[in-house]
Nanobody
Framework: QVQLVESGGGLVQAGGSLRLSCVAS????????MGWYRQAPGKQRELVAT???????DYADSVKGRFTISRDNAENTVYLQMNSLKPEDTAVYYC?????????WGQGTPVTVSS
């Protein structure tokens, strides 16, 4: 069983920055595909960014050029650096880990961007 704990969310003005962190328990972090998702009020959960075991990354079109996902395998941590934040980035952000056929989720950290 893998536990994911997110931190770093909060309230920020439009144009500001936040860095989210997600720490994973266990010893399998380096072989897991990690991702960040978000869910805005009244909307479905959507993929924000993923980072593979190789370090290659993918981003939603809406965040390309503004968000950066990275991982530190020594610290079992995945990060999401969010710059140039917009009010439409307001959501609860969830960390996700995929290990084989198993899918794990964190409890979420809220991000609110004021205009």
């Amino acid at each position: 069983q893998v536990q994911l704990v997110e931190s770093g969310g909060g309230l920020v003005q439009a144009g500001g920055s936040l860095r989210l962190s997600c720490v994973a328990s266990g010893s399998t972090f380096s072989v897991m595909v990690m991702g960040w998702y978000r869910q805005a009020p009244g909307k479905q959960r959507e993929l924000v960014a993923t980072i593979r075991i190789s370090g290659s990354t993918d981003y939603a079109d809406s965040v390309k050029g503004r968000f950066t996902i990275s991982r530190d395998n020594a610290e079992n941590t995945v990060y999401l650096q969010m710059n140039s934040l917009k009010p439409e980035d307001t959501a609860v952000y969830y960390c996700n880990a995929v290990y084989g056929v198993r899918n794990y989720w964190g409890q979420g950290t809220p991000v609110t961007v004021s205009s």
